[in-house]
């Protein structure tokens, strides 16, 4: 399984970014997608994921500014983030936990640098 993501960049204070992250490889059809993100000198963190099924969830740092969504068809997951501040700005990183045959696997994608500035 691999994930490639795409749409970061350099934006200003209450801007707009648009990430996404395809799998790609053998992908169950039970799973969840994830957007996690690491600033320098900080944890990993969760931002959004969705489960194949639909059910979202949130970082409460990030709810009603980004919007998670996914696009089964295409193993595809998006987030949308709007109302950007400097504190946003990380690494953020795509995630895919499957379970098939009653195995968890977890995949990490690259990760793609957002950078807010002031």
């Known amino acids: 399984v691999q994930l490639q993501a795409s749409g970061g960049g350099l934006v200003q204070t209450g801007g707009s970014l648009r990430l996404s992250c395809a799998a790609s490889?053998?992908?169950?059809?039970?799973?969840?997608m994830a957007w996690y993100r690491q600033a320098p000198g900080k944890q990993r963190v969760l931002v959004a994921g969705i489960s194949s099924g639909g059910t979202t969830n949130y970082g409460d740092y990030v709810k009603g500014r980004f919007t998670v969504s996914r696009d089964n068809a295409k193993n595809t997951v998006y987030l949308q983030m709007n109302s950007l501040t400097p504190e946003d700005t990380a690494v953020y990183y795509c995630n895919l936990d499957q379970w098939s045959v009653g195995r968890r696997s977890g995949y990490w994608g690259q990760g793609t640098q957002v950078t807010v500035s002031s």
């Open positions: 490889g053998s992908i169950s059809s039970i799973n969840v």
